[in-house]
């Protein structure tokens, strides 16, 4: 079935460092995928979606463009910042959302 | 706030035992998720509702089982419970059945199997 492969974490960056978090995904159609942050005793978020191929995705300074040829949905921030810390998924609509394993990324001042 | 309501946050029991979560979604949804987060198995859906009816059945065991009430909320239910069930369960909400709908989580509800 359709699935998600996320980076190994976890990830330490200092705050104002470039952060690629990579994501591909296997898929028989052309699924919708995602970007889910989980803070510290929460639930997960949305953060960014793309629901074709080449459509990018952005928000709060992430950015994520569907690559068909690569399969491939790469979550990118040009500076990160301490608030950013985080646990982060990829995912892509099937029966029931699928989710990567996540990565944590901490952001250290 | 995402709007998405689940009892209890925590909730300790014995292997054996028999459990039931709730979720009441947000008040314009008419779907409901369940998901179990764990560290070696990281988030896996279990199945979704959506108005009432079973849509879809990821990796949900035949322990489990659910249900989604007229109104709307729903209930996952664990029976015979074992140590490896303790997980953090996660139910989600979104206003339609669609690929694209973007996912209410709720804060989940701890389950420790002792």
């Known amino acids: 079935g359709d699935s998600v492969t996320q980076m190994e974490g976890p990830v330490t960056l200092s705050e104002e460092a470039f952060l690629t978090i990579n994501c591909t995904y296997t898929?028989?159609?052309?699924?919708?995928l995602f970007w889910y942050v989980q803070y510290p005793g929460e639930g997960l978020q949305l953060l960014l979606k793309?629901?074709?191929?080449?459509d990018k995705g952005s928000n709060k300074g992430f950015e994520a463009t569907y690559r068909k040829e690569t399969t491939s949905f790469h979550l990118e921030k040009g500076s990160v910042q301490v608030s950013d810390s985080a646990v982060y998924f990829c995912?892509?609509?099937?029966?029931?959302?699928?989710f990567g394993a996540g990565t944590r990324l901490t952001v250290k001042p | 706030d995402s709007g998405v309501t689940q009892t209890p946050k925590h909730l300790i029991t014995a292997t054996g035992q028999r459990v039931t979560l709730r979720c009441s979604p947000r008040?314009?949804?008419?779907?409901v998720y369940w998901y179990q987060q764990s560290l070696d198995q990281g988030l896996q859906f279990l199945i979704h509702?959506?108005?009432?009816?079973?849509?879809a059945k990821g990796n949900i065991l035949e322990r489990f089982s659910a249900q989604q009430f007229p109104d709307l909320h729903s209930e996952l239910n664990l029976s015979s419970l074992e140590l490896g069930d303790s997980a953090l369960y996660f139910c989600?909400?979104?206003?339609?059945?669609?690929?694209?709908?973007?996912?209410?989580f709720g804060s989940g509800t701890q389950l420790s199997v002792l």
């Open positions: 995912a892509l609509s099937d029966l029931g959302m699928r």
């Open positions: 509702y959506y108005n009432g009816e079973e849509r």
């Open positions: 989600a909400s979104s206003v339609d059945s669609g690929t694209n709908e973007k996912l209410f």
């Open positions: 008040s314009e949804d008419l779907s």
């Open positions: 793309a629901t074709k191929a080449d």
């Open positions: 898929a028989t159609g052309y699924p919708s």
